[in-house]
């Protein structure tokens, strides 16, 4: 029975989290709008750990992360900006906010995309979309602004 209902909320799970399909039972209308939901409070908890970024993007911001983390399950708010606005940035379209802040980010920490990012040693750097930081002396000092 428990088995039965474990494998029942994790067809759940995936379908609001992953777009897996709904689950039998579960009207299809009312589980889109939960998704939606869930994609909005996830893009604002992203937003206030990249508030750039998200500036960067305008009004733009919503539709641009829900795109890109519909079928994406969460791995937490500072690690799906930083794979956000790395796929902006490979992708050409990181705005100058967002270049500089991952510019920022990418000299103070250390993140492979696979685990939790750890900090850098003393001195780091970071480059993205033009922006260049460096840290020296535990301050981040950006050396070189964004194309705008």
Known sequence: MN???????????????????????????????????LLRKRAGDVARHW?????GLGTDWPATFARWAAGRPTTGSLRDGWDLARDLRD????????????????ATDRYDGHGPPRPRRL??????GGAVAVQLAGRVRLLRPARR
């Open 123 to 128: 001195p780091g750097w970071g480059r993205a």
């Open 3 to 37: 088995g039965d209902l474990a494998a029942r909320q994790a067809e759940l799970v995936a379908a609001l989290v992953a777009d897996g399909p709904p689950p039998p039972g579960f009207d299809p209308a009312a589980l889109a709008a939960a998704r939606a939901a």
């Open 91 to 106: 992708r050409g379209s990181l705005p100058p906010l967002g270049a500089e802040e991952l510019a920022a980010r990418e």
């Open 51 to 55: 508030p750039l970024l998200a500036a």
